[in-house]
């Protein structure tokens, strides 16, 4: 049986989770088999449900781990005592920064959570919701402030995490400027454009 | 034999081809098949041939009129005698619009022409990728006649394509703005971010 490298504090089921995100952002989830993970991690399949009951069983922590993270930073962000303008632009660039260094877990939430299982699957679909309502809040927030332009909010908030999805292309485009590099211009232009002048 | 109903002065291969452009849409070009297509335009699937060779010849034609009217537009517009932040908001105005009255065909074109067949998609290809470098060029120009904030323009392109493909969920969506209001919205966002003030 092979061993699984390991690295620094991450557990053998770490490694196992970060794979899978790797395999499912690559072939899709349904595409994916457990065999081919198996591979990836350099053990016998057999083993791999030591740590892991099913293909879904690391679909559903791989949603709900970035889930669980986006709404930690939205209390967070919600708390602070900062203008509306000052949370949205802290908001999108924890999403950009999201896209950019973890890329694959972020991309399967984001585009395979449809494969969930109930009640997972309606249960992230509320959340996400939710967490929608409370992006396009603080949008609203800051409109009423006359701290952003009269938009509409929820457009806007679609928009935006539209236009941050397309980091996708940047992953895979050949001449790509660095990250620190596309986080600003991102904020540019999707901040710039929102400021109330 | 069912009959095709005309409306105006569209042809019957035009009628397919919109047909066709909606079905490609909803199902995948992959998964779509002339029978489903045949039934949707309420004729015989052999009837279909006296208009179309092929599944295949119908992606072209979508693809290709596609193409066609954003590379024309991209001419008109390169030379008039506007500002380059003009010629990108008017650009950008054309693509949202797009987006919105002529979804199917844009949204297949956009997405489905992995599918064509050689020499059509290399030449696709080339011709996506020489549209971006035109894009990207007005941007650059505005940039060096100050008119638009420094940023990297191919990423900028990259930001401003991939939030007008976020038309996609506001087609979807149950409580939309009108077509209007969501094309103010994405032109002050997208538009208002760049403008060197």
Redesign the interface.
Known sequence: MGRIKTEHNISRKDVIIQKAATLFKEKGFKAASMRELADIVGVEAASLYNHIKSKNELLNIICFDVANRYIHKMDEIENEKISSLEKLSKLVRYHIVGMINDFDEVYVSDREWKHLDNPYLSNLQTQRRNYRKRFAAIIEEGIKKKEI?K??AP??V??????I??IE??HR?K?K?NGK??EE??I????????N?
């Open positions: 332009k938009i509409d457009t806007a679609l928009i935006i995490l539209h236009a999805s397309g292309s940047w485009s001449q400027i590099e596309l211009n991102m540019t232009i999707l901040i710039g454009g929102l400021k002048k």
